[in-house]
């Protein structure tokens, strides 16, 4: 009678622990995780009434068509999720936010298009994430950021055109990667893709597969064989101009930076003005070719062979000058840092100052120098210019301000 009682009080303790649904089987493995076995039943939604300890919930080849912050509530213990061959188009963000134990995730074979990709923050146990066959058209490159003990990643046969560079960065653990059957678009956009798998460790599963679909020229080739001269990082060179002494330009000097850049495909340019009372930011040029100035509120001055003007260059103006060269395989800059001495204090003593300063004059050679943009620290140019004044008919000293002559003048130091 007394082991009989033993047995009955054992099996009241566990009870409880073994809730399990109707359409599931549950059972305890050797190494002592709980077991919900609920694959092949049909079902449309997570079942309720699972126990809290299951450590492996098996919900494969179901109907289930979504998935809520509630659908794992009951078990948040849970270590290895699978859920491929369903039928998951809508994931709700916070479905796997508490799953903090999760170690095998499998979504493989589903109709998912967005995932809330920030619930993967916390966790940071996952050894195994299957994605794979689903129609994710692209992820944010920080999308796997946290994932420090990730193992093997499956994108496989999804709508990829493109991955940032960046991706698969932080992933210290990773050994095993399957991006084949993705339509990748090979713009110099995955160029970086092509460096990374010549330097990786990670087996890239079928890596012949890996082919592009666009552009024409390369189509149905591997994208790690993507041509090294398609892609080239930029380079850039900056030099800065002074006034030509028979030109009229604005009373004062006017400051101009010429920006040469290079790299396939050919770099956009964009400035960026730091000064000691506001920053700016200049996309592409703001002066079109019949001299209007796109942005009124702006007074520097941005062309498109990558020249900028700063008509009557004043005090304010000071600051730092970076000129941005990028294209679709990275971004290179180099700055110049501009102040500005008046005509009486020719800047002598700060040249002396700095030794690495070079100093622009409003009458000086117009040619320009270039600032080498792999040199230490920024560059300094002192400015000081003599302000041109002509006398009028009643001889009264005015200043010469004429915007088409200042455009005439850009045309001629450029060209020089």
């Known amino acids: ?52 300890n299951v450590t492996i919930l098996t919900l494969s080849a179901n109907r289930i068509g979504w998935l809520g912050q509630g659908s ?46 920030q619930d993967l923050r916390n966790l940071s146990g996952l050894q195994i994430l299957k994605m794979n066959n689903n129609r994710l058209a692209g992820l944010p490159w920080d999308a796997f950021r946290s994932l420090k003990d990730l193992r093997s990643l499956w994108l496989n046969d999804n709508e990829l055109t493109t991955l940032a560079e960046g991706t698969f960065d932080n992933l210290p653990s990773l050994s095993q990667l399957q991006i084949f059957n993705n339509p990748f678009n090979c713009s110099c956009k995955v160029f970086w893709l092509k ?80 000064t000691s009372s506001r920053r700016v930011e200049i996309n592409g040029p703001n002066v079109a070719r019949d001299g209007n100035v796109k942005q009124s509120q702006e007074r520097f001055l941005v062309f498109k062979n990558g020249t900028m003007a700063i008509p009557n260059f004043r005090k304010e103006d000071e600051g730092i000058y970076t000129c941005l060269a990028v294209n679709d395989v990275g971004m290179r ?19 002396q100052d700095d030794p690495q300063a ?22 300094l140019v002192i400015v000081y210019h003599m302000p041109r004044e002509s006398k009028s008919r009643s001889g009264r000293v005015v200043p010469q301000v004429h915007l088409g002559s200042l455009l005439l003048a850009l045309g001629i130091v450029l060209c020089c």
């Open 1 to 52: 009678m007394r082991p009989l009682l033993c047995c009955l009080g054992l099996a009241a303790l566990l009870g409880p622990c073994l809730a399990c649904p109707s359409a599931c089987s549950c059972s305890t493995k050797k190494n002592g995780r709980l077991l919900a076995e609920c694959a092949y039943k049909d079902l449309q939604e997570v079942p309720k009434g699972l126990s809290s």
């Open 72 to 117: 794992f509530a009951e078990v948040p213990e849970v270590q290895s999720l699978w859920l491929g061959y369903n039928q998951i188009g809508v994931v709700e963000p916070g479905t796997f936010t508490l799953l903090v134990h999760l170690k095998n995730l499998d979504l493989s074979h589903n109709k998912i298009a967005d995932f809330p990709w």
């Open 195 to 274: 460096k990374w798998t010549e330097k990786t460790s990670v087996s890239i599963t079928k890596g012949g597969s890996t082919l592009c679909v666009a552009p024409s020229r390369l189509k149905g080739r591997a994208v790690t064989d993507i041509p090294d001269h398609h892609c080239i990082a930029p380079s850039v060179q900056l030099t800065y101009l002074s006034n030509l002494d028979n030109t009229v330009m604005y009373d004062g000097l006017t400051l101009t930076l010429h920006c040469s850049v290079a790299g396939s495909p050919l770099p956009e340019i964009r400035w960026k003005i730091q």
């Open 333 to 351: 800059d180099v700055s110049v840092n501009v102040a500005l001495a008046g005509s009486e204090n020719p800047a002598e003593d700060l040249l």
């Open 358 to 379: 070079s100093h622009l004059g409003g009458r000086s050679c117009f040619k320009g120098d270039e600032m080498d943009p792999s040199g230490a620290g920024e560059k």
